[in-house]
Structures are given as structure tokens and as C-alpha cells.
């Protein structure tokens, strides 16, 4: 069985000013984000990889980077992997798309989805889960591979793997700097781990701040996105 470890890249400076950060240059991780990263590697330390890949976003070479340095293994870099191309939806406000038409085709039919002037949900599934088939192809059965990509590709990876058409792929969650692992097989594949980031603090969110009405949340709030929370690109 080639075993992949799907790692979502830390929090990044798109995430915590609530952007779609698509395909930008320069977005990089915040400080967070880069304690996620070397925490990552902490966890890792006890699992002999054998491969690792990223998406060329700058985000996801500077999330495995503790890892290349801590294993000594080259990063390959997988176009395949890359950020959804958002279009003309790249680099705006998330508050501000829930009133876009296409954010409900986004949440309830996303197979459908075309962003304008960039590409098809439906496209990004294909690109990544072959992606990822060739990797285990090349590998071999008894491969562990971690590839470092983002929130929407890793989603399209997991729901193939489930066996879960596109449509419902929101229904995945896939947080900043998580681990999801599946293991393929010659018959199906098993998913063993989903979004797991080693903590359960977020499973009751923190009480909102006093002073909310003041300021715009770092999360947004389900209601501001179009009556649902699954945002393009994972959120934050």
C-alpha cells in the first residue's frame, strides 16, 4: 500500500485578512503560520517519508520546508498541485463574493463551478487526483509520500478517495496546516486520517470579543458568505 500524507499549508497573510488568495505572488506565511510549519515537522519526526511534494505557491514551499531540512529530501514541485486559479475572483475580499451568484453554485453544486476567467472545479479534481495516482504509481506500494497543497485541491483529493462525488466535497474540512492521509491500494483506496491537526481546542470556538461589532472577524461568519462557511480556498 503507498501511503499519502496530504498537508494543507499554514496559515498564511491571505487567511487572516480574509482574501482569496488564489494564485498571488507573495503570499507567505504569517508568524503562525510558520510555527504551524516546524510543528508539522515536530509531528513527523517518528515517520520515515520517502517523498516530498509541493504545490509551487510559496506558501506550501515555505510550510515543508522544516521538513526537507529535518529529512534531508528534496522538494519536488507538483504544477498539478497548485492553488485553484480563481480567476477574476483572485485576491478579493471573501465577505465580499457571498453575494456573488456563482458563491451558491460554489456551495451546492460545485462541480459546476467556473470561476470567471480561471478554471472548473471539476477540472482542478481531475488534475489533482491524477496527480497524485501518478505519484503512488512512481513511488511504489510501499511509499510514503507527503505532499504539501491547499485547501480546495486536498478537499477534491480526500472526496475521491472517499468514493464522494465533487458535489459534496464541502462537506470536508481542511484547516491550515492539517494532515489528511490516505492509503492506496490495488483495490480501493482507505482514508485514515482527515484534517487532523493534533488539537481539539477548535471544536468550541472561542467567545466573541467584546468589541466584535467594531471589527471585522477573522473567520467570516457562515451568513456573510452566501449562508454557508466551506469558502473557496479552505478558509482560513
Request: with cysteine.
Amino acid at each position: 500500500m503507498s501511503t499519502v500524507v496530504l498537508l494543507r499549508h499554514g496559515r498564511s497573510t491571505a487567511n487572516t485578512a480574509g482574501i482569496l488568495a488564489g494564485r498571488s505572488a507573495g503570499v507567505l506565511l504569517d508568524e503562525t503560520g510558520r510555527e504551524q510549519a516546524e510543528a508539522v515537522a515536530a509531528r513527523l519526526s517518528g515517520v520515515r517519508l520517502d517523498a516530498l511534494v509541493s504545490s509551487p505557491m510559496e506558501r506550501c514551499q515555505q510550510t515543508v520546508a522544516p521538513l526537507a531540512a529535518a529529512t534531508g529530501l528534496t522538494v519536488r514541485i507538483e504544477p498539478r498541485l497548485a492553488e485553484v486559479d480563481y480567476g477574476d475572483w483572485t485576491g478579493r475580499p471573501l465577505k465580499d463574493l457571498g453575494g456573488e451568484d456563482l458563491w451558491r453554485t460554489v456551495q451546492a453544486h460545485p462541480s459546476a463551478a467556473v470561476f470567471p476567467n480561471g478554471e472548473g472545479l471539476a477540472a482542478v479534481g481531475v488534475r489533482a487526483v491524477a496527480a497524485i495516482r501518478e505519484l503512488v504509481a512512481q513511488y511504489g506500494p510501499d511509499a510514503v509520500v507527503l505532499v504539501c497543497s491547499h485547501g480546495d485541491v486536498i478537499k477534491s483529493v480526500l472526496a475521491d478517495a472517499l468514493g464522494l462525488h465533487l458535489d459534496g466535497f464541502q462537506r470536508i474540512v481542511v484547516a491550515p496546516a492539517s494532515l489528511s492521509v490516505v492509503r492506496y491500494t490495488p483495490l480501493r483506496p482507505f482514508v485514515e486520517r482527515v484534517n487532523d491537526s493534533g488539537e481539539l481546542g477548535s471544536l468550541r470556538p472561542a467567545p466573541a470579543p467584546a468589541t466584535e461589532a467594531a471589527q471585522e472577524p477573522e473567520h467570516p461568519h457562515p451568513e456573510a458568505a452566501g449562508e454557508s462557511d466551506a469558502v473557496p480556498g479552505g478558509g482560513a
